[in-house]
């Protein structure tokens, strides 16, 4: 972090003395650690996801949903010791994971808390990312993560560019879930809870359905069946800056939808697809520093 390579912008930044790209600094910043119902049903459950939303972000797409604590980067400032028992906390409340939400950019601070955590920590612990994240950052987190759930947003680089600011996007997320597949295997269940495995999330855009159909190509192409999940979601609401970009600024069609479920059924994927009628904003929670 003295000179931050942890995600592929590969800022450079010295961390103590100056903010990179995603607005991590050199002590971890959430904005909220609460059991959190929304994810999918094997991460939630039925007593919740133990989730800590970290604040900053690699990304800062212009549709993000939680901008203000990923591009506005509010948040309160905690030590890692803190964070160890914020996971104890989570855990204490019957939530079936500890559940990192955009963790790229305190990685090796998140190591040390689950360092002090660990020998009582008994639940499974997710790594909730964008997807933007090198093979060495993932490598780090060999023994530490047991269920991996990144996006792979997009396969085209002029989307991945004109809404992320990053056109090598693809190229180092779809290393980095393979190298995620490899640590962690394929799924292992717990009746309906997840306790490891690779979940790979695709939220569908508005006039981008063929690039949603090229994600879904490369995941069928590249693991066997029953390799990973693959959660598809439909709630792109147009947040933050999506105004910026008419074709992006409205809900999405069902007809883009109905077309790329349908070729996720065409190519055997097994996971979840959401209702499209499941597509509301009450999905955001009050980033109002609970729990932290
Ligand atoms: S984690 Fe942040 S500071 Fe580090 S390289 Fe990525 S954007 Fe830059």
């Known amino acids: ?58 990304l800062k797409c212009c549709f993000c949903q939680n901008y203000n604590i990923s591009a506005e980067n509010f948040g309160k400032e905690i030590s890692i010791e803190r964070l160890a028992e914020i996971f104890l906390e989570l855990q204490e409340q019957n939530a079936h994971n500890i559940n990192l939400v955009n963790p790229t950019h305190y990685v090796p601070l998140i190591i040390k808390a689950l360092d002090i955590a660990k020998p009582r920590l008994k639940i499974p612990v997710v790594y909730n990312s964008g997807g933007y994240e090198t093979v ?71 006039n981008a359905r063929q690039d949603s159909i090229e994600v879904l190509e490369w995941i069928a192409n590249n693991f066997e069946k029953g390799d990973v999940l693959v959660s598809l979601m439909s709630q792109y609401t147009p947040f933050y800056k999506s105004c910026e970009h008419k074709e992006i600024n409205r809900r999405i069609s069902t007809f883009e939808y109905n077309k790329v479920l349908e070729k996720a059924v065409s190519l055997g994927l097994d996971g979840y697809m959401q209702e499209k009628s499941s597509a509301k904003e009450e999905y955001t929670p009050d980033f109002d520093l609970s729990g932290l």
Request: proline fraction near 4%; glycine fraction near 10%.
């Open 1 to 58: 972090m003295e000179s931050c390579n942890l995600c592929p912008r590969a800022c450079g930044a010295d961390r103590a003395a100056e903010k990179g790209f995603c607005g991590g600094g050199y002590t971890i910043k959430a904005a909220r650690a609460s059991l959190h119902f929304w994810e999918e049903p094997c991460i939630s459950g039925k007593n919740g996801s133990g989730t800590v939303f970290f604040s900053g972000c690699n």
């Open 136 to 206: 060495e950052t993932i490598a780090m987190l060999d023994g530490y993560v047991d269920i991996f759930l990144p996006d792979l947003k997009y396969k085209s680089s002029l989307l991945s560019e004109k809404y992320s600011h990053a056109e090598n996007y693809f190229g180092f997320a779809s290393k980095a879930i393979i190298a995620m597949f490899e640590q962690v295997g394929k799924p292992i269940f717990d009746g309906d809870i997840l306790k490891k495995g690779v979940i790979i999330r695709h939220l569908v855009l508005p």
